[in-house]
């Protein structure tokens, strides 16, 4: 499913080890099986390797993303327009 090896392909494979709930591994296990890759490990580096390239929102992000959207249900938002001559500034 997905290449074991990153970087310029010349990258030394290394064994990592860390520690899991069992209920958690699990999880994991029935994720990879489900999603068709071969091996645990596969799985493992391909989430990784995924979080690195595409990393998601922060906490703080997130928070903020729910405020805009609670604001948005709320109809407290404004347009640009209205932000721009709110605050002073141009588009330009």
């Known amino acids: 499913m997905s290449e074991a090896i990153t ?3 010349n990258d030394e494979i290394v064994t990592v080890n860390f520690k899991l ?4 591994l699990s ?3 029935d994720t990879w099986q489900g999603r068709g890759f071969n091996s645990r ?3 493992i580096r391909y989430t990784l390797r995924d979080a690195v390239e ?3 929102f922060d906490r703080d992000e997130l ?3 729910l405020e ?3 604001d948005v249900r709320d109809g407290t938002t404004m347009s640009a327009d209205e932000a721009r001559e709110r605050f002073g500034t141009s588009d330009e």
């Not at 709930?21 to 958690?24: L, R």
């Open 41 to 43: 490990s596969e799985f």
């Open 27 to 29: 999880e994991i296990d």
């Open 68 to 70: 805009a959207e609670e």
């Open 7 to 9: 970087g310029d392909g």
């Open 54 to 56: 595409f990393p998601t």
């Open 21 to 24: 709930t069992e209920s958690f």
């Open 63 to 65: 928070v903020a993303l």
